[in-house]
């Protein structure tokens, strides 16, 4: 069974900083691809971050580039997702998930490239 666990969602500030960790188990973490969307209420499922099995790449979602870095230690099978100069804007559930074929080289925005997602952690930013 196929596991991702998030956690370190909570209520900040605007211009705070948060880090949130998901902890994958099931896999052989070290040769998939990890993603982080998220989703407010109302809106659909978008792209946050993602980053290459062995962290050589990763890409952001615009409006994040320059606040949030996703980073990754195979050897404790978890990927983070540091979020600084947080906006309430940012205010979402984050969920992280696995790339849906292993070994893959390149990165992927949507969530249908994704297999196995976790629970979600909420961020909430308040103004």
């Known amino acids: 069974q196929v596991q991702l666990v998030e956690s370190g969602g909570r209520l900040v500030q605007a211009g705070g900083s948060l880090r949130l960790s998901c902890v994958a188990s099931g896999l052989t973490f070290s040769r998939y691809s990890m993603g982080w969307f998220r989703q407010a209420p109302g809106k659909e499922r978008e792209f946050v971050a993602a980053?290459?099995?062995?962290?050589?790449?990763?890409h952001y979602l615009d409006s994040v580039k320059g606040r949030f870095t996703i980073s990754r230690d195979n050897a404790e099978n978890t990927v983070y997702l540091q979020m600084n100069s947080l906006k309430p804007e940012d205010t979402a559930v984050y969920y992280c998930?696995?790339?849906?074929?292993?070994?893959?080289?390149?990165?992927?925005?949507?969530?249908?490239?994704?297999?196995?997602w976790g629970q979600g952690t909420q961020v909430t930013v308040s103004s």
């Open positions: 980053i290459t099995s062995g962290g050589e790449n990763t």
């Open positions: 998930a696995s790339d849906r074929v292993s070994g893959r080289l390149g990165i992927w925005t949507t969530p249908h490239e994704y297999k196995y």
